[in-house]
């Protein structure tokens, strides 16, 4: 089987920038596990609260549920700085506001990687994505260009910063890079986990059993194409 490329190492910061609580610990925080267990900084920031993601919770009360459980699963894989942008869960408008946002974040944190989510039509043949993510993660690639033009939004708090040099897509259906995460596996679980309300209002498995098969899973799909390691794929743009 074609092996992906392994993931750049030489850097420091990355900021991953996505729509919803929940977006990056199906499979991604393996992988920020295992780079900020290399001394590496990441930082979170998030579109919504996921106010939207629980049927038998009204949003006002799904709201802040969602933001602890998003913090918990970020300190367990060595995130601490986790950014709400409080755009409308479910009906995000990609546009000028959105890449606005995610440019005075990208100018705040200086990321030489940012990553995000899948945004294209599907999941891979005909698993519709969301709109959310579609939104988000296409103004997340425009404002990694946007961040080093000072002419564009010039009156964000922050400096121009042109030094984004890749952005990395989790759960893209076409991948082109992957890390081992065999160091970052374990908490990536505990890291889903950490949205119990959420995956109990999803399923009648324990937290810990979804999170662990879920997670597992999908870095054993890619260890067929990554030496026979427990990966997680990215589609990697450089810039
Ligand atoms: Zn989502």
Known sequence: MEQLEPMPGDWRRALAVVAHPDDLEYGCAAAVATWTGEGREV????????????????????????????????????VTS????????????????????????????RPELLITLNFADTWGGTAWNTPDHRAVGRAALDAAGDAGNRWIFPDTEAEPWDGVR??????????????DVTAGLEAGVRSLAEHRAYIEALTDQPPQDYARSLVEGFAAETAGRFGGRPAIPFRLFSR
Do not use: C, K, M
Request: no cysteine; charged share 30%.
């Open 166 to 179: 890749w952005v990395a897509v989790a759960g893209d259906d076409d991948p082109t890079h992957a890390v």
């Open 82 to 109: 986790v950014e709400f942008l409080d755009h409308a869960d479910g009906v995000i408008e990609y546009g000028v506001a959105l890449r606005r946002d995610i440019t005075a974040a990208i100018r705040r944190h």
């Open 43 to 78: 930082s979170y920031l998030v579109a919504t609260r996921g106010e939207a993601g629980i049927d038998t919770l009204p949003p006002a009360e799904a709201a802040p549920l969602r933001e602890r459980e998003e913090r918990a699963g970020a300190a367990v894989v060595g």
